[in-house]
């Protein structure tokens, strides 16, 4: 307890303290510290596209239109690939011919359809940005066949840039995409994957007649050769997918695939043998990741072609594992590191869209709707953090 002598030094002390703080000028506004100001970026060029869609009524039902639309997705890549997913009426199969997929060649594409498509997606504040077109040249051998396809191939091409389309891809693949493995996911649902079988070398081939290393580049440089030049014309970048999975022996199931062996020289080769922006890629994260022998080698490779103006879309996915060992899992639990794939994509300047791809799938969900659904929210989540970071 304070003694009066000491309340009043106590007194005395508080009283001076209030003198010196009056008397103490204040900082003028210009002094005094501002709150930090949030960083600002220009505009993000890289979003989030659609590929994957919902229902029968093909890429502009209204299902489907609504259905990237709650994504926020602008956007949109349709297929005239001869399948569930293939867009009617844009490019129907030769008649009798069964719906085998990409190896199936389609007749000429419809104008007046892909116009349509392009009318029906601005009218819904959207663009048909890409259509992927079927794979059925890669396993045609020189003669009058391929040369009559590769015709088609560059009327095609026409029609697209007519149509206002900017992107076509392909999967110059001669075996389908091979997987071998299945492993329990979370939520009880199932991840594919693949193993390089220890006797690769006597499994029984897919019926495809084998094709070596020299056939098949024969076949890319002459598409190339042939198409390219028309795309240039018609301001259509032509973006060839890998094979999936890359980096497999030579003659895996009797083919020397395009990006077998070493997938980094492959992509660069192809890139090389005809050097030009309209030669370009479908590029692909996960394909990327199991082709390599480590998650993070692919970005030097992605730098690089998205410097040089080699990369149109990009299939955006993750996978567990490595080089000829792999499993596809969802976006928020591989090996690669999507945040820093789109951050560099954002400090290249690059614009495209990325595609969600290969969700794993549960009984519950068997077309993979939710899987997409989660991955659109996911990458739409990672784009937001990638502007405001």
């Not at 030769?94 to 007749?107: I, L, N, T």
């Not at 695939?257 to 980094?264: G, K």
């Not at 068997?366 to 929210?377: D, H, I, K």
């Amino acid at each position: 307890m304070l003694g009066r002598r000491g309340f009043g030094k106590s007194i005395l002390g508080g009283a001076a303290g209030i003198a010196m703080a009056a008397a103490t000028p204040l900082p003028s506004t210009s002094q005094a510290a501002e709150p930090q100001k949030p960083k600002t970026r220009k505009p993000l060029k890289v979003r989030l596209g659609g590929e994957y869609r919902i229902g029968d009524g093909g890429t502009i039902s209204k299902q489907n239109l609504d259905y990237q639309g709650r994504w926020g997705i602008t956007y949109l890549t349709t297929s005239v690939e001869n399948g569930p997913r293939a867009s009617p009426g844009v490019a129907d199969p030769p008649p009798g011919a069964p719906k085998a997929g990409r190896m199936v060649p389609s007749q000429p594409w419809n104008l007046d359809a892909l116009k349509h498509m392009q009318d029906v997606c601005q009218q819904n504040g959207k663009v048909l940005e890409g259509i992927r077109m079927d794979s059925a040249y890669m396993i045609m051998k020189p003669g009058p066949e391929r040369d009559r396809y590769l015709d088609l191939i560059c009327d095609n091409v026409r029609k697209a840039g007519q149509a206002g389309i900017t992107v076509i891809s392909k999967h110059w693949s001669v075996n389908f995409l091979r997987r071998n493995t299945t492993t329990p996911g979370r939520g009880n649902s199932s991840y594919t994957g693949f193993t390089l079988e220890k006797d690769w070398k006597n499994l029984p081939p897919t019926g495809v007649d084998p094709v070596s290393s020299d056939e098949y580049w024969e076949r890319i440089d002459t598409f190339l050769k042939h198409v390219i030049p028309v795309a240039r014309e018609s301001k259509v970048k032509m973006a060839v997918h890998p094979y999936d999975p890359g980096g497999l022996p030579l003659g895996y199931l009797g083919v020397d695939n395009w990006d077998a062996v070493d997938f980094v020289k492959a992509m660069l080769r192809y890139e090389k043998t005809f050097d030009d922006p309209h030669n370009a890629f479908q590029y692909d994260t996960g394909v990327a990741a199991e082709s390599m022998d480590g998650p993070d080698l692919q970005f030097d490779l992605l730098r690089g072609l998205v410097t040089r103006g080699k990369v149109a879309q990009i299939h955006f996915r993750n996978i567990r594992g490595h080089l000829n060992d792999f499993v596809e899992v969802y976006h928020d639990e591989g090996d690669v590191n999507l945040f820093a794939i789109i951050k560099l994509l954002r400090d290249l300047d690059w614009e495209g869209s990325l595609l969600p791809d290969h969700s794993p799938v549960h009984p519950d969900d068997p077309q993979q709707t939710q899987g997409f659904a989660f991955a659109n929210g996911y990458i739409a989540g990672l784009l937001k953090a990638a502007q405001d970071a």
